[in-house]
């Protein structure tokens, strides 16, 4: 199963420096029932799309849980198996854990796909994104708005081979 973890780059720095995403359980995110009920497609890569969407904004919230880290979304799409991943049923159809899945063994940074960030330009708005992530949370439709602005920048597809230019950015 395809699950897409959501980092930020100091994070990504340790697993590089470590060899490991993490030993488990950790939160990814990957197609779910309740991810495919809420996008109405069949379409695998929307929906691979969709949740990589899910991820990167779990790594905003992770930034504004960091004030330190720069200002870039990072997610790192990695192949584990299906046995390694459970949905908790009740929570995936709650709004903010579309895609939400728990990955209950260790994840070698080996097994990464692919690692997705943002580029430089972006920093700006996922700075406002993260300052205003808590607002947001508490119904502000004004911070909302901050916050979906990320959509606007793609997340930059990079190859595993590249991890130690990119952490050099940590």
Known sequence: MRVYVPLTLPALAEAYKT??????????YAVTPGLREWYLSEDIEEL????LGRAAL????????DPGAVRRRVVVAVDVSDGAVSVDPG??????????????????????ASVHVDAEDAEPDVAAAADALEAADGGD???????DET????????????????????
């Open 48 to 51: 691979e799309y969709a949740a």
């Open 141 to 147: 439709d004004d911070a909302q708005f901050v916050v």
């Open 151 to 170: 959509d606007d920048h793609e997340l930059l597809w990079f190859a595993t081979q590249e991890i130690p230019n990119l952490v050099g950015q940590a």
């Open 91 to 112: 929570r995936g159809r709650g709004p903010s854990a579309l895609g939400e899945v728990t990955v209950t063994a260790a994840v070698p940074l080996a097994k990464a």
């Open 19 to 28: 060899g490991e995403l993490g030993s488990g359980p950790l939160v990814a």
């Open 58 to 65: 779990a790594s905003l919230r992770l930034l504004a849980a």
